[in-house]
C-alpha cells in the first residue's frame, strides 16, 4: 500500500509540475512575443503655444503611461484597446521618418506640432490634415491617449 501512494504520489506531483511548467513558459513565450511585436515604449511630444503647455506622453504596450504638462508630472492608465491599436499604428507606419508631412497653416498664438518616437524613430509633424491614413491613425490615437488621461495644458496665468 505504501508503495502504490508513492508511485501515484510521484506520478501526480509530476502532472502538477508539468502543468505548472507549461503555464509559466506559455506565458513567459506570451510576453515575448508581444514584446517584440511592440518593442517597449513610444512617446508623444505635443510643443507649446502660447496658451497652451508642452506635454510629452510615453506609452507602454499594456497601456501604462506616464506623462509632463507644464513641468508637471503624472501617470494613468491608457485603455488596452486603444494602446494595442495605437502600437499597431506605429507598426503600419514605420519608418516614422518616412510617414508623409503636409504643411498646413498654424496660428502662432494656438498653433502645436505633434510628433511620436519610437524606438529610434521620429514621425514629422502629424496634427496636420492628411489624406494618409497612417498620419490621421496616429494623430487620432494620441489625441485620444492624451484624452483618458485627462490632464488639461492650459497655461496658468500668473499676472494679477
Same mark, same amino acid.
Given at each position: 500500500m =505504501? =508503495?502504490?501512494f508513492s508511485f501515484y504520489g510521484i506520478i501526480l506531483g509530476s502532472v502538477l509540475l508539468s502543468m505548472v511548467l507549461s503555464? @509559466?513558459?506559455g506565458k513567459i513565450l506570451a510576453q515575448t512575443e508581444n $514584446?517584440?511585436?511592440s518593442g517597449g515604449k513610444a512617446v508623444i511630444e505635443n510643443s507649446a $503655444? @502660447?496658451?497652451t503647455c508642452p506635454y510629452t506622453i510615453s506609452v507602454l504596450p499594456g497601456g501604462a503611461a506616464t506623462y509632463t504638462v507644464c513641468n508637471k @508630472?503624472?501617470?494613468g492608465e491608457v485603455s488596452s484597446g486603444l494602446s494595442k491599436r495605437f502600437f499597431e499604428d506605429i507598426k503600419t507606419a514605420q519608418p516614422l521618418e518616412n510617414v508623409p508631412f503636409t504643411p498646413c497653416v498654424k496660428s502662432a498664438s494656438f498653433g502645436t506640432t505633434t510628433k511620436v518616437k519610437y524606438k529610434e524613430q521620429t514621425s514629422?509633424?502629424?496634427s496636420c490634415p492628411s489624406?494618409?491614413?497612417r498620419v490621421t491613425d496616429l494623430y487620432e490615437d494620441t489625441i485620444k491617449i492624451q484624452q483618458q488621461l485627462g490632464f488639461s495644458t492650459k497655461r496658468?496665468? @500668473?499676472s494679477t
Open positions: =505504501k =508503495k502504490a503555464f @509559466t513558459s $514584446s517584440e511585436v $503655444s @502660447t496658451n @508630472t503624472g501617470k514629422p509633424d502629424i489624406f494618409d491614413s496658468i496665468s @500668473t
